[in-house]
């Protein structure tokens, strides 16, 4: 056979090779949503690809049925043939007469070898990468006849190698899910491409901490709490009214140890634009009771349906330990609206920050990446942290270091910490 017919042959086996290199990278890689999306815009070929990825069972051997058949007839038309036909040519060289076979046959194998593997694999597959979803509408119909056509064989090679593989054991059925630290690795993977933001991304990353964060670390703690006397006068209400700044007030019977209910200051106010008396008890309401066992994700799913999206939280022996509200997990998964961290001219202070020691101690560690926190699961704020650190109740000026961050103590409020600034350790190795 000439040796222009042999190359011509040899040329569209390493395309071959290619159109299945192409196709397994772009179905392997292919995001099943991506390829859903594209399905429901109608794009030609979405449909069949992602039925394709989802069955890699069906498709695969398929694939390794083409490359195999073509590495095999690429080594007949190479090795034999194609080095057959040039070595007379080079046994015209009269010192590489002798060799002239041996010479032939090598360079055939290594020419045939370094095409196949440079344009038949390597290209196509870095290609598939580059656009896989695009690449996979566009072969998913040649790859489908393909596969039928050949599906007795492929059912003779999946039943063959299923019987090889039930002797490494049992297949794990959640083999294929993603676990939580993978999709918080593909949300910063996303982020560095300029897929999403980085607010996007940290918004993600707090709804699924949401379900690992207690209700105590981002409740209102009953110091914190603004709360009405029931038998309260109706000057001290309406000073009450005025002097803080909520739409709900927490109704306690003497001291914030009896708490009866809720009022809303847009109750009390309708009375009194009705000319009516202020009346605690008409307007006073009872919000949903929850444990401080529970965790924010399921309050948020309690309060959903809540009309009044108030909870009180009680801990094991009914004692009234806090209040939680739809904003403050709101808050949760969005963050503060006005950042503690911030500095005076409102602009972020990349070595040094001022937080509230109520600040949840996940999200404290989460910024600065703190890590082995010292009886990590016994407290969940940031003055709780401090006082593990400390063993004892942090006084106004104590300073200590944690994590290559130093933790100053600015303010108190009786024997809770008010006030931490947060800054680089000087002393920290890098």
Same mark, same amino acid.
């Given at each position: 056979?000439?040796?222009?017919?042999?190359?011509?042959?040899?040329?569209?086996?390493?395309?071959?090779?290619?159109?299945?290199?192409?196709?397994?990278?772009?179905?392997?890689?292919?995001?099943?949503?991506?390829?859903?999306?594209?399905?429901?815009?109608?794009?030609?070929?979405?449909?069949?690809?992602?039925?394709?990825?989802?069955?890699?069972?069906?498709?695969?051997?398929?694939?390794?049925?083409?490359?195999?058949?073509?590495?095999?007839?690429?080594?007949?038309?190479?090795?034999?043939?194609?080095?057959?036909?040039?070595?007379?040519?080079?046994?015209?060289?009269?010192?590489?007469?002798?060799?002239?076979?041996?010479?032939?046959?090598?360079?055939?194998?290594?020419?045939?070898?370094?095409?196949?593997?440079?344009?038949?694999?390597?290209?196509?597959?870095?290609?598939?990468?580059?656009?896989?979803?695009?690449?996979?509408?566009?072969?998913?119909?040649?790859?489908?006849?393909?596969?039928?056509?050949?599906?007795?064989?492929?059912?003779?090679?999946?039943?063959?190698?299923?019987?090889?593989?039930?002797?490494?054991?049992?297949?794990?059925?959640?083999?294929?899910?993603?676990?939580?630290?993978?999709?918080?690795?593909?949300?910063?993977?996303?982020?560095?491409?300029?897929?999403?933001?980085?607010?996007?991304? +940290?918004?993600?990353?707090?709804?699924?901490?949401?379900?690992?964060?207690?209700?105590?670390?981002?409740?209102?703690?009953?110091?914190?709490?603004?709360?009405?006397?029931?038998?309260?006068?109706?000057?001290?209400?309406?000073?009450?009214?005025?002097?803080?700044?909520?739409?709900?007030?927490?109704?306690?019977?003497?001291?914030?140890?009896?708490?009866?209910?809720?009022?809303?200051?847009?109750?009390?106010?309708?009375?009194?634009? +009705?000319?009516?008396?202020?009346?605690?008890?008409?307007?006073?309401?009872?919000?949903?009771?929850?444990?401080?066992?529970?965790?924010?994700?399921?309050?948020?799913?309690?309060?959903?349906?809540?009309?009044?999206?108030?909870?009180?939280?009680?801990?094991?022996?009914?004692?009234?330990?806090?209040?939680?509200?739809?904003?403050?997990?709101?808050?949760?998964?969005?963050?503060?609206?006005?950042?503690?961290?911030?500095?005076? &001219?409102?602009?972020?202070?990349?070595?040094?920050?001022?937080?509230?020691?109520?600040?949840?101690?996940?999200?404290?560690?989460?910024?600065?990446?703190?890590?082995?926190?010292?009886?990590?699961?016994?407290?969940?704020?940031?003055?709780?942290?401090?006082?593990?650190?400390?063993?004892?109740?942090?006084?106004?000026?104590?300073?200590? &270091?944690?994590?290559?961050?130093?933790?100053?103590?600015?303010?108190?409020?009786?024997?809770?910490?008010?006030?931490?600034?947060?800054?680089?350790?000087?002393?920290?190795?890098?």
């Amino acid at each position: 056979m000439h040796v222009v017919v042999l190359i011509l042959i040899l040329t569209l086996l390493i395309l071959l090779n290619a159109g299945f290199a192409l196709a397994e990278m772009a179905l392997v890689s292919s995001r099943k949503a991506a390829l859903a999306l594209f399905a429901r815009k109608g794009v030609r070929g979405a449909e069949r690809a992602r039925l394709l990825a989802e069955t890699p069972e069906r498709f695969l051997p398929t694939v390794q049925i083409g490359i195999t058949a073509i590495s095999v007839l690429t080594g007949v038309v190479g090795g034999a043939q194609l080095a057959h036909s040039l070595a007379p040519a080079i046994a015209l060289i009269r010192p590489l007469a002798p060799l002239a076979d041996t010479i032939a046959l090598a360079l055939t194998v290594v020419g045939v070898t370094l095409l196949t593997l440079v344009f038949g694999e390597l290209v196509p597959k870095q290609l598939a990468l580059r656009n896989a979803e695009r690449i996979a509408c566009l072969v998913a119909w040649p790859i489908d006849m393909f596969a039928r056509a050949a599906s007795p064989l492929v059912w003779l090679l999946g039943f063959t190698s299923d019987l090889v593989l039930r002797l490494f054991g049992p297949v794990d059925p959640h083999r294929r899910a993603i676990s939580e630290e993978e999709l918080k690795a593909i949300l910063a993977e996303g982020t560095e491409s300029g897929m999403l933001e980085y607010e996007e991304r +940290d918004m993600m990353e707090r709804v699924m901490r949401l379900a690992d964060k207690p209700i105590r670390a981002i409740m209102t703690p009953r110091q914190d709490i603004a709360w009405l006397d029931r038998t309260a006068p109706r000057g001290q209400v309406i000073s009450s009214l005025k002097a803080a700044p909520h739409s709900r007030f927490v109704v306690c019977d003497r001291s914030i140890d009896n708490v009866v209910g809720i009022v809303q200051a847009k109750d009390i106010l309708d009375r009194m634009l +009705d000319g009516k008396d202020i009346s605690i008890a008409t307007a006073l309401r009872q919000p949903l009771a929850v444990p401080d066992a529970i965790s924010a994700l399921d309050a948020l799913e309690r309060l959903k349906s809540d009309p009044l999206g108030v909870a009180f939280v009680l801990d094991e022996y009914g004692s009234f330990e806090g209040m939680v509200t739809v904003g403050d997990l709101l808050e949760a998964i969005v963050g503060d609206v006005e950042e503690a961290g911030y500095g005076e &001219a409102g602009e972020p202070a990349p070595d040094r920050y001022e937080l509230d020691g109520l600040e949840p101690i996940d999200e404290v560690a989460h910024k600065f990446g703190l890590e082995n926190l010292p009886a990590h699961g016994s407290y969940h704020t940031l003055g709780g942290f401090l006082l593990a650190l400390l063993k004892r109740v942090p006084r106004q000026g104590d300073a200590i &270091a944690f994590g290559g961050w130093r933790f100053e103590v600015l303010a108190m409020n009786g024997r809770r910490v008010e006030l931490v600034r947060v800054s680089r350790d000087p002393t920290a190795v890098p």
